[in-house]
T-cell receptor, first 115, second 111 residues
Framework: DAGVIQSPRHEVTEMGQEVTLRCKPISGHNSLFWYRQTMMRGLELLIYFNNNVPIDDSGMPEDRFSAKMPNASFSTLKIQPSEPRDSAVYFC?????????????FGPGTRLTVL | GQNIDQPTEMTATEGAIVQINCTYQTSGFNGLFWYQQHAGEAPTFLSYNVLDGLEEKGRFSSFLSRSKGYSYLLLKELQMKDSASYLCALPHAGNNRKLIWGLGTSLAVNP
């Protein structure tokens, strides 16, 4: 079975450029989570969707970040314009159900470097 | 608020036993997760505890004491492949779909 798929795996861009990260959750999972991971702050939840609807975006750092989930099998996280402090690994995760005890399954991540 | 503390680094020897601790403060407890993350890879689920006590799963066991705000992960018969970061996570007290993560404990297993 395919796990969570993310693309690209690595992205290097220059400050001011637009960056789009993509995620395909596990088929049948109805919740999708976007995380950012850095050495200093660890894993931080940016936003999560339930049944394609954004439920909580309180972790999105600022208006430069936006996320969409147009259907059950695809989500994007966009940064426009990008800044060097956005450099991090961005993970997408998915889970079934709506309970806090549900296991989250993570994709391989996108390592973003903003120069 | 919620807070999670874990040791930053630990070292152990192949074949030995190691205990990785996690202490937490929360205004509403909804269980505790342990995830494993190898360098450059995604976190993967290890365990979920919601009741006090020890849960054993092969070489890995997880313990929880809700009254003490304390959990540990016990790894037995350590193997080189167990070198990884171990992350403790709590569902948010106000919204249990959101996980609050510790910074992780980086475990190095030496031959």
């Amino acid at each position: 079975d395919a796990g969570v798929i993310q693309s690209p795996r690595h992205e290097v861009t220059e400050m001011g450029q637009e960056v789009t990260l993509r995620c395909k959750p596990i088929s049948g999972h109805n919740s999708l989570f976007w995380y950012r991971q850095t050495m200093m702050r660890g894993l931080e939840l940016l936003i999560y969707f339930n049944n394609n609807v954004p439920i909580d975006d309180s972790g999105m750092p600022e208006d430069r970040f936006s996320a969409k989930m147009p259907n059950a099998s695809f989500s994007t996280l966009k940064i426009q314009p990008s800044e060097p402090r956005d450099s991090a690994v961005y993970f997408c995760a998915s889970s079934t159900g709506t309970s806090g005890s549900d296991t989250q399954y993570f994709g391989p991540g996108t390592r973003l470097t903003v120069l | 608020g919620q807070n999670i503390d874990q040791p930053t680094e630990m070292t152990a020897t192949e074949g030995a036993i190691v205990q990785i601790n996690c202490t937490y403060q929360t205004s509403g407890f909804n269980g505790l997760f342990w995830y494993q993350q190898h360098a450059g890879e995604a976190p993967t689920f290890l365990s979920y505890n919601v009741l006090d006590g020890l849960e054993e799963k092969g070489r890995f066991s997880s313990f929880l004491s809700r009254s003490k705000g304390y959990s540990y992960l016990l790894l037995k018969e350590l193997q080189m492949k167990d070198s990884a970061s171990y992350l403790c996570a709590l569902p948010h007290a106000g919204n249990n779909r959101k996980l609050i993560w510790g910074l992780g404990t980086s475990l190095a297993v030496n031959p």
